[in-house]
């Protein structure tokens, strides 16, 4: 490998560390006294993302660009926090240490089993009783019932469906694009498959979820699986009017759901016009409004600003934050890291030939894609606010690990592209 190879490679973790030592050195400098176990977690951020990336590039692990923007995403989440309040800072540093972990092991866990396509009717059972559970055991917060606590540990059983939703409509589109004789299931299995490849069938499957997702209350979760749905199924189902009667269904659902659920009416009219009422239904998102224009173009500096007037800042509205610090610009730059990952998620998906490993990639980009969308549209008034995380960046254990589980799974898709197998030409 010669000199200006190897400077290439090492390159973006370069750039990656400097920033750290730079926004890290500044929360130092903020924290009065001076606190060194600041400097300690952001020496083992360093370290873990150093070790990490080298990992991936001495072990040709696929794509060396996913791992460096999710952790820089990351790092940018964890000093946010650790500004708004300390104990949020240093459990997003061992949540991170967690699904760094765990996305090294579901890159040798995806790469190791074989036929994932075959599991369709797992992937069915696990939905069903993850939202049976959540029905059962689940915990109501704010009016949600989505959480899950088992002996003091919590979890969103939505963020786990997420991937596994993927993988059902993935194992679908195989079945469809598979002839008979290549399709391998037992023959107790074979009638079972031939009712799962009617398209109303998987729609009513499909339709199922969102129905579950929606009695919880989760509109925004709900939102994202439905329009990951719909964005495979254009490119996917050859009989187009099925399309536009979904796209009619959604509307219905959605006039439906303004008429006979509170919260939706709530949230749509707070986005019309969140001033009629700025003290009580409109104060979240007014406030964040406030807290973006405080900022400016380069905002008011780490530490110097006022997040703290924004409910639910560290969760929701943590791009408010990074806004009235960082500035415009500093907003723009997360915005710009979210459109480079979805371009490596795509350039990813169209160089994979065999279906089922092109539509998990595709919906797994999709999602963290719509995600930032809905979320960033949300604050900034754009779009009604639905309630879902910044991937990376807001605070939460469930959402993190779920996004390193998903972005692993990528890391191993993306395996192939290097190896040369099952790559397809773009324009094939």
């Known amino acids: 490998m010669n000199i200006y190879n190897r400077f290439k490679i ?10 750290n030592l730079l926004f890290f050195g500044l929360l130092y400098l903020y924290v009065q006294p001076l606190d060194y176990s600041i400097l300690a977690a952001g020496g083992g951020v360093i370290g873990l993302m150093l070790v990490s990336y080298v990992v991936i590039v001495k072990r040709q692990m696929g794509d060396q660009y996913i791992f460096l923007i999710i952790s820089m995403l990351t790092s940018l989440g964890i000093i946010m926090l650790y500004r708004l309040n300390p104990s949020y800072g240093f459990k997003q540093i061992k949540i991170y240490g967690l699904g760094v972990i765990l996305y090294f092991l579901s890159y040798i866990f ?69 002839s008979d004789e290549e399709v391998v299931l037992s023959k107790q299995l074979d009638k079972y498959k031939a009712k799962i490849k009617n398209v109303y069938v998987f729609l009513g499957l499909v339709y199922m979820h969102i129905f579950f997702l929606l009695l919880q209350r989760e509109l925004g979760i709900s939102m994202l699986f439905y329009i990951v749905f719909l964005s495979i199924f254009y490119i996917y189902e050859e009989d187009q009017k099925l399309i536009f009667y979904n796209l009619g269904l959604a509307v219905i659902i959605a006039i439906l759901s303004y008429f006979t659920m509170s919260h939706v009416e709530v949230r749509l009219t707070t986005w019309i016009n969140p001033w009629k009422d700025i003290s009580g239904r409109g104060y979240q998102i007014t406030q964040s409004l406030f807290a973006i224009a405080a900022g400016g173009f380069f905002g008011t500096g780490l530490g110097l600003g006022n997040p703290e007037y924004i409910p639910e800042v560290h969760t929701d509205f943590i791009f408010s934050a990074i806004c009235e610090e960082m500035g415009v610009f500093g907003g723009m730059a997360v915005v710009l890291l979210y459109f480079i990952l979805t371009y490596r998620g795509f350039k990813i998906a169209l160089t994979i030939k065999e279906p089922f490993k092109k539509i998990v990639a595709l919906g797994i980009t999709l999602i963290y894609g719509y995600q930032t969308f809905i979320i960033v549209g949300g604050v900034i008034k754009l779009i009604p606010l639905t309630g879902v995380t910044l991937p990376f960046v807001s605070y939460g254990g469930t959402s993190l690990i779920s996004a390193f589980i998903s972005f692993g799974i990528l890391q191993a898709i993306s395996k192939k592209t290097l190896e040369g197998e099952e790559v397809a030409l773009i324009g094939e």
């Open 110 to 178: 995806f790469r190791l089993i074989k036929n994932w396509d075959r599991y369709i009717f797992f992937y069915i059972g696990f939905n069903i009783l993850l939202f049976l559970a959540t029905f059962a055991f689940g915990t109501n917060i704010k009016g949600a019932t989505n959480w899950i606590n088992i002996a003091g540990f919590s979890f969103q059983p939505a963020e786990v469906i997420k991937i596994s939703f993927v993988f059902f409509i993935a194992s679908y589109y195989k079945l469809r694009l598979s």
């Open 10 to 19: 090492r390159r973006p973790i370069y750039i990656l560390i400097i920033i």
